[in-house]
């Protein structure tokens, strides 16, 4: 006659237990792997959405910029960290030429070391007013070092992480080159840019 075995061996225990340790601490490095793939993720989204808004706000403030109103004229391989123009609006029924409330965009630094882009309208007047486009962007663009070289290799040197460079172009024509850093730190605690270029060309 067969008996039959109840219950398990302490080394069927043990293995069984062993098992399931294994495939929980399996389950538990997946679900922290897509947890943090997701972090990544997300963090990287936000960090294009905002170098595509800064950048997209900066070309349409320029786009309809007088030539003559740009200051200052600063070509490569200075450039500067402000510029300062006027709209074009139209022109009055004699024909004349009407212009917008003077506006800046410019890069100014925050006590923390970084800085960020400001967009003001009728700079030192009564009724200046100041918005912030973006609060992530660095005192040198990615690359470079403050040095007096062209680290970054983009014909601009030492340049803080918003540079305008202004070329004189043909009679009636100035064309706006912008380099745009913006930088914040991933979830790993490592610094990640997010750079852009803006070519616009201004006519009077």
Not at 38 to 63: G, V, Y
Not at 97 to 105: D, H, Q, R, W
Not at 123 to 151: C, F, H, K, M, Q
Request: proline share 5%; charged share 25%.
């Amino acid at each position: 006659m067969i008996r039959s075995r109840a219950g398990f061996t302490l080394i069927e225990l043990m293995v069984a237990m062993t098992i399931f340790g294994l495939v929980s601490a399996n389950m538990m490095m997946i679900s922290k792997s897509g947890a943090s793939a997701i972090k990544n993720e997300a963090f990287h989204s936000t960090l294009e959405d905002e170098a595509n808004l800064t950048s997209n706000r900066i070309r349409r403030a320029l786009l309809s910029a007088s030539a003559d109103s740009l200051d200052p004229v600063i070509p490569a391989p200075l450039g500067s960290d402000h510029l300062q123009f006027q709209m074009t609006l139209g022109a009055d029924e004699k024909g004349e030429t009407l212009f917008g409330e003077p506006e800046k965009i410019h890069w100014a630094a925050d006590p923390d070391g970084r800085g960020r882009v400001l967009w003001t309208t009728s700079p030192a007047l009564s009724n200046e007013r100041t918005l912030v486009w973006s609060s992530a962007i660095p005192n040198l663009a990615n690359g470079e070092l403050a040095n007096g070289l062209d680290d970054n290799a983009n014909l601009l040197t030492d340049e803080t992480g918003l540079a305008f460079a202004v070329q004189e172009q043909e009679e009636l024509k100035r064309e706006v080159e912008v380099y745009l850093t913006v930088l914040r730190i991933d979830p790993n605690g490592k610094p990640t840019p997010s750079q852009r270029r803006i070519l616009v060309t201004c006519r009077n």
